[in-house]
C-alpha cells in the first residue's frame, strides 16, 4: 500500500496548503470515526442492496431510475452552460461566489450567442444541456433566446433542463418554458428553506420536475418531511448530492461544526451518510419517489473523464489510444536490436503497420498496447506518457494547440500537453502494465509508485471512497 499511502498523503498537504491558516480550524476526521462511519455506510447499503441498483462503477446509488438528464450526465454526452454568473439566494453550503450575470459559459469558453453556442454542440456531439448559474430566471429572456436556438436546431434530439432555486418561477414563466421545449426543471429547495410551493407549481407544466439539493446533515428531519409531501405531489425525482468544502463556504460551514475528511476535495462523509438515510427512508416508508445519490466521487470520476473523451478523439493519433479516464495514452518501446525489431515489423499486416511510429534516430518505436507484446523480445525499455487537454478561447504559451472551427468568424482551441512523460517501465513489468491497460488492478499497483500513477489515468476509479 505503499503508492496508495503517498498519493494520499500528497492529497493531505495539497487541502492543508489550500486552506492555509483555516486548516487547523476545520474539524478532520479521525481514524476511529472514520471506520465507524464507514460501517455505518456499509450496513446501509446491505441492507438496501436488494431494493437499489447501484452504477457507475459502484459510485451512484440508486440508478435503477435515473432522469434521462442524468443518465446523459454519466454518459459524458451533456453541456452545463453556465447562463449567467449571478444568484439571487444565499445558500450557505454554495461553493463559489455568484456575482455578476456575465456572459455564458461552459468549460471556460464564452457564448455571446446562441449561433455559437448551438455551433459548439453540434461539433461536439453532446446529446443534452442544461441552463445553470448562478440563477438562469434572474436572465430568463437570455434562457428562452438559447432554448429557441437550441430546439430549433436539434428539435426533439436534445434534452434541455434547467437549474434554479425557484425564487423567481411562476407559472406562466413556466409555461413559456414548456411551450419552447424544456423538457426538465430542477429546484434546488434548500435555497428556499424547503419550501415546495414553487416546485408544485411546476408539476404539470413541465415534463420532467426533479428536487436536486445538497443532503445537509443537520436538516435530515426537513428533508424527511420533503420527501413525503414532495412524493404525494407527483414529483419525478429527487437528487441528493454529497456537500464539499470550497475556500468560499468555509466560513459558513465552520459555524456548522460539520466534520471534514481529505480526497481530491474536501467533502462532508455526514452528507453522504445523509443522502443514504434518505435513500432507506423512501424505501421502509415505500414512498413511490426515485432517489439518486449523487456523490462527490462519481462527480469528479465520471463528469471530468466524461469531458476529456469528449475533446480526445479530435487530437489522438493512430498509435495513441483514450484510456476510461479520457486521457492519450502514449506508448513507446526503447529498441534493443534493430534488425530483429525490421523482422518482427514485417511480420504485420499493413494496416497495423501503419499505426506504428518509428523514430530511429531517437532508438524508440510508438504503437498501440497490444503491439507491446509481439515487439517484446527487441523492448529494453517500455515508456509511457498521458495527455490532458483543456478548451482555450485563443492560443497562448501552450505549444500542442488543435483549433476546432464553430463559425466562419469563431474559433475555439484544444490545448494539450503531457501529464506524464515518458514514464519508464522495464519489460518485466509489460504483464503488469496491460492488465492495467485492459482493465484489471493488480494488487502491485498499490506498492509501485510507477504503477499506480498509471493506475490512475487508466481506470476510473470503482465504489464510494474511503474516509480519511
Not at 446491505?46 to 431510475?65: A, M
Not at 455571446?112 to 436572465?139: D, N, Q, R, W
Not at 503491439?371 to 492560443?395: D, G
Amino acid at each position: 500500500m505503499n503508492a496508495l499511502i503517498k498519493y494520499r498523503n500528497d492529497l493531505v498537504e495539497r487541502n492543508r496548503l489550500e486552506y492555509g491558516v483555516f486548516y487547523d480550524q476545520l474539524k478532520w476526521l479521525g481514524y476511529y470515526e472514520g471506520i465507524e462511519l464507514e460501517a455505518e455506510r456499509d450496513q446501509i447499503l446491505e441492507r438496501l442492496k436488494d431494493n437499489i441498483q447501484t452504477g457507475f462503477k459502484e459510485t451512484k446509488v440508486d440508478t435503477s431510475n435515473l432522469s434521462p438528464g442524468c443518465r446523459l450526465c454519466g454518459a459524458g454526452e451533456w453541456s452545463c452552460l453556465f447562463i449567467n454568473n449571478r444568484c439571487n439566494a444565499h445558500c450557505f453550503y454554495c461553493p463559489a461566489p455568484q456575482e455578476t450575470i456575465g456572459v455564458p459559459e461552459t468549460q471556460t469558453i464564452d457564448f455571446h450567442t446562441p449561433e455559437e453556442y448551438v455551433a459548439y454542440i453540434k461539433k461536439m456531439g453532446f446529446k443534452g444541456v442544461s441552463f445553470s448559474g448562478g440563477e438562469p430566471f434572474l436572465t430568463f429572456e437570455r434562457v428562452k433566446t438559447f432554448l429557441k436556438a437550441l430546439r430549433d436546431a436539434f428539435g426533439n434530439e436534445l434534452y434541455i433542463w434547467m437549474y434554479t432555486n425557484g425564487i423567481l418561477s411562476t407559472p406562466q414563466k413556466l409555461k413559456e418554458l414548456a411551450e419552447l421545449g424544456l423538457n426538465e426543471i430542477r429546484f434546488d429547495i434548500g435555497a428556499t428553506n424547503y419550501n415546495l410551493k414553487k416546485v408544485k407549481q411546476a408539476i404539470g407544466i413541465i415534463p420532467v420536475v426533479t428536487v436536486e439539493v445538497p443532503a445537509v446533515p443537520d436538516e435530515l428531519e426537513q428533508l424527511k418531511k420533503a420527501v413525503k409531501e414532495l412524493a404525494e405531489a407527483g414529483l419525478s425525482h429527487l437528487n441528493l448530492h454529497q456537500m464539499r468544502l470550497t475556500p468560499y463556504n468555509l466560513p459558513k460551514l465552520l459555524d456548522r461544526n460539520f466534520q471534514f475528511a481529505h480526497g481530491p476535495r474536501v467533502t462532508l462523509p455526514d452528507s453522504e451518510i445523509t443522502a443514504l438515510k434518505i435513500l432507506e427512508y423512501t424505501k421502509q416508508e415505500q414512498i413511490n419517489l426515485p432517489v439518486n445519490y449523487c456523490s462527490y466521487a462519481y462527480k469528479s470520476r465520471y463528469q471530468k473523464s466524461g469531458f476529456r473523451n469528449k475533446l480526445a478523439p479530435f487530437i489522438v493519433k493512430p498509435f495513441e489510444e483514450i484510456t476510461e479516464k479520457g486521457y492519450i495514452r502514449n506508448l513507446a518501446i526503447v529498441v534493443s536490436d534493430w534488425q530483429q525489431f525490421r523482422q518482427l515489423f514485417a511480420q504485420l499486416p499493413e494496416s497495423e503497420q501503419s499505426k506504428i511510429q518509428i523514430n530511429e534516430p531517437q532508438g524508440k518505436v510508438l504503437l498501440k498496447a497490444k503491439m507491446l507484446e509481439h515487439f517484446l523480445p527487441v523492448t529494453k525499455e517500455i515508456l509511457v506518457s498521458y495527455t490532458n487537454m483543456r478548451l482555450s478561447e485563443q492560443t497562448g504559451d501552450i505549444p500542442d494547440v488543435s483549433r476546432i472551427s464553430l463559425t466562419s468568424a469563431r474559433n475555439i482551441y484544444i490545448e494539450s500537453g503531457f501529464v506524464v512523460n515518458d514514464l519508464s517501465l522495464r519489460p518485466n513489468l509489460s504483464n503488469l502494465l496491460l492488465q492495467l491497460i485492459n482493465g484489471k488492478k493488480p494488487k502491485e499497483c498499490f506498492e509501485d509508485e510507477q504503477l499506480f500513477i498509471i493506475w490512475q489515468h487508466e481506470q476510473i476509479e470503482e465504489g464510494l471512497p474511503e474516509y480519511f
